[in-house]
């Protein structure tokens, strides 16, 4: 059987948790996750590792430390490793997260936003 | 400064070449490509690694050879890495693809597709 395509907007309505992200592929040892969020997240980096975000639905904003960025659907952002960062969104966002398995949610911060891993849908 | 936002629609309007991946961004070891396509490319495989297409624009198919996949914008499919594939668009089509610095578009087949590494815009 040849690989299926996944959709996103199909995936996007198998679950509604916010800060809960959902495993939909693998590509070698790199995950796709689609997240919901709303409202702030808290201040945390990745000290192994690039996150990458891609903005499906709705607006996100990321606080840095240095300044903070808007993005919305259509665009992409790669935060680099070791950098502090806090997503933030007015109204439900939908992501694409996309980093090494094993990345928490909350990276160096922990917490009780840290996620489960590997929630597949 | 805090790391920029990457617009595809942005992006996709600085060049008009077929077949011709250009770079957008990093992610560790990572690439996230664009490219337009049009008409047949060259079955091909990647032997060493995983390649993952999300299509932004237009509709892909993807043959491989126990049979072909219509990919429409808000999917993504990964190619497992060894596995055969000929991407085909009837009309252009725009095309995200991520996968390791250093992955030739026609992985294992060469010939005078292949295209030049690392053009960032």
Known sequence: MPPKP????????KFSEHWSPRLIAELNHYQFKLAKIVGDFVWHSHPETD????????????????????????????????????PYAREECSILLIEPRGTLNTGDAGGELTAEQDKWI
């Open 6 to 13: 996944i959709n996103f907007t199909d995936k996007l309505s």
């Open 51 to 86: 996150e990458a975000f891609i903005i499906l639905d709705g607006n996100l904003v990321i606080e840095f430390r240095d300044g903070s960025v808007e993005l919305k659907p259509g665009e992409l952002i790669v935060v680099p490793k070791g950098v502090e960062h806090k």
